[in-house]
């Protein structure tokens, strides 16, 4: 998780890790990620592609867009 989070963001982390968005901490109402989010998670941090996961990454801070 750790790796997850470090490298695509608290709220992808979260996801990944199967926590629901039931109310905890005020930060956890503002963060979420979508399931194309954490698929693009999961294939970078096995190397292998994911159907679900798109070419345009937001969470890293890279952008396709000029």
Same mark, same amino acid.
């Given at each position: 998780?750790?790796?997850?989070?470090?490298?695509?963001? =608290?709220?992808?982390a *979260?996801?990944y !890790?199967?926590?629901? +968005? %039931?109310?905890? @901490?005020a930060?956890?109402? =503002?963060? *979420?990620?979508?399931? #194309?989010d954490v698929?693009? $998670?999961?294939? $970078?941090?096995?190397? #292998?592609?994911? @159907?679900?996961?798109? !070419? +345009?990454? *937001?969470?890293t801070g %890279?952008?396709t867009?000029a």
């Amino acid at each position: 998780m750790t790796w997850v989070e470090r490298h695509f963001g =608290y709220g992808i982390a *979260r996801a990944y !890790a199967g926590h629901t +968005d %039931t109310t905890g @901490p005020a930060t956890t109402t =503002y963060i *979420r990620a979508n399931l #194309q989010d954490v698929a693009k $998670a999961l294939a $970078a941090m096995t190397g #292998q592609p994911h @159907p679900l996961a798109t !070419a +345009d990454h *937001r969470s890293t801070g %890279t952008s396709t867009s000029a």
